[in-house]
């Protein structure tokens, strides 16, 4: 007779990861009474269970990054309070979809190392780029039907050329800001493979440009080209010249795959030049509506009490004001965070807001990769702010908490064994 123990590892935090992506996966596609009730109760319950399972560390780590994140959105609900006397929407939404998921992310990366919280970014980033591929190729989604929101669905505008990638998301924006992430995550911390890595990359720029999201555009160009600056600057020689090279590399690939496809490329081609130039043409919708809103918001502080310029008018503000005051019948998004702050938060809220760009900058300079993978994510999230509001967004939210917090706990090697051993004896004869 002859005993042997198998041992099955179950790892909590990941089983709890997807659990709670899951239930985030359902309340952005379901528009259902009750939804924050079931929401709220259920971040609280994986806190607790998070909190229970959580093992100390005795690494210190500086926490002062996270205590001007949570102040952020703390000022954010005390303002909004004090101003429409009491919790509305906005501050309710602040609660949910900001505060929790901080306290969460938080407590997974200190559970689980930094490098496996990166493994799975990396492993759903790829997933939506293959998402994506096949959704620029068929113009289609395939979780359209999942959605009920009606003026969602009526967007997406099935089997055109005026289709624009969305993947999981509900918003063209919010995908490119995502794609625009996981760059990022592939560059700091590339697939082993350098072919298999080269391939993901053109097909994320491929998945990119599907968005068709000029703000993801611009935020993705600057931050690498100030990457690359500050590579050539800051690294050793080898540094420089690998990333040199990679560029060129890469740049002799799509021009081959180009030439390969020359049918696609033209079209693709084509369909950026239009973009952009509808964006660039200060007759277009987009270009009218946002510098008009600029200069009305500007006059809005102008005209407000020294309270206001100084606090705000509280969650919601921006957005009633604009539907006050129409451009063109837009009413519909402020399309501008940083007018929306300093419309509902005030000349402190800009301020606050301001500061994230300094922690940005101070983490690219970082010789830490995670560091500076953070810190160009936030900063590629807060230039494309300039042209949209992040802060309507719950995916955009969450990146943010993640970069964050991948920040403070860059130290953090834990190998994640907090997983339950299940034992089982079998016997042989």
């Known amino acids: 007779m002859k005993n042997e123990r198998c041992v099955l590892r179950i790892n909590v935090p990941i089983v709890l990861l997807l659990a709670v992506l899951f239930v985030f996966f359902v309340c952005r596609y379901k528009v259902l009474a ?74 997974f990366v200190q559970i689980l190392s930094t490098q496996k919280i990166v493994n799975v970014l990396k492993t759903i980033g790829i997933m939506n780029i ?68 080269l391939i993901i990359k053109i097909c994320l720029i491929i998945c ?24 050539m600057v800051h690294d050793t020689k080898e540094a420089t010249l690998n990333n040199v090279l990679f560029v060129v590399g890469g740049g002799i690939l799509i021009l081959i795959l180009l030439l390969l ?6 079209e693709v081609l084509n369909m950026v ?31 407000s009490t020294l309270f206001n310029m100084f606090f705000g008018s509280g969650s919601g503000y921006a957005l009633s004001f604009l539907k006050s005051h129409a451009i063109r019948g837009w009413k519909a998004a402020v399309d501008n965070t940083f007018i929306t702050v300093l419309l509902d938060y005030g000349g402190i809220g800009v301020l606050l807001l301001i500061n994230y760009f300094n922690i940005a900058f101070k983490n690219i300079k970082e010789s830490n990769p995670i560091c500076r993978m953070s810190g160009a994510g936030l900063l590629a999230i807060l230039v494309s702010g300039m042209f949209y509001d992040l802060f309507n967004w719950f995916t955009t939210d969450m990146i943010i908490n993640i970069l964050i917090c991948l920040i403070v706990y860059k130290q953090n090697d834990n190998d994640g064994a907090v997983g339950v051993n299940v034992s089982k004896t079998a016997s042989f004869d």
């Open 261 to 266: 496809f020359s049918s696609k490329s033209s």
């Open 130 to 197: 293959c998402f994506g591929l096949y959704e620029y190729a068929f113009k289609t989604n395939i979780l359209a039907g999942f959605i009920d929101n009606p003026a969602r669905l009526s967007s997406f505008t099935f089997g055109t050329g005026a289709y624009r990638l969305r993947t999981v998301f509900m918003h063209p924006i919010i995908c490119a800001v995502f794609l625009t992430f996981i760059w990022f995550v592939l560059l700091f911390f590339p697939i082993k493979n350098r072919i298999y890595d």
């Open 34 to 107: 009750g939804t924050s009730i079931i929401l709220f109760l259920s971040e609280i319950t994986v806190i607790l269970i998070m909190c229970i399972i959580r093992r100390s560390n005795d690494v210190k780590y500086d926490m002062r990054i996270i205590y001007f994140h949570l102040s952020f959105m703390i000022y954010r609900i005390i303002i909004s309070a004090l101003v429409s006397g009491g919790f509305n929407e906005g501050t309710r939404r602040v609660l949910l979809y900001e505060i929790c998921p901080l306290l969460i992310m938080s407590l």
């Open 273 to 303: 030049l239009v973009r952009w130039a509808d964006g660039m043409d200060k007759h277009s919708d987009a270009h009218y509506n946002r510098i008009h809103m600029i200069k009305l918001g500007i006059d809005a502080f102008k005209k």
């Open 208 to 231: 990119l440009l599907g968005t068709q999201a000029r703000s993801s555009w611009i935020s993705f160009a600057v931050v690498n080209v100030m990457l690359l600056i500050i590579t």
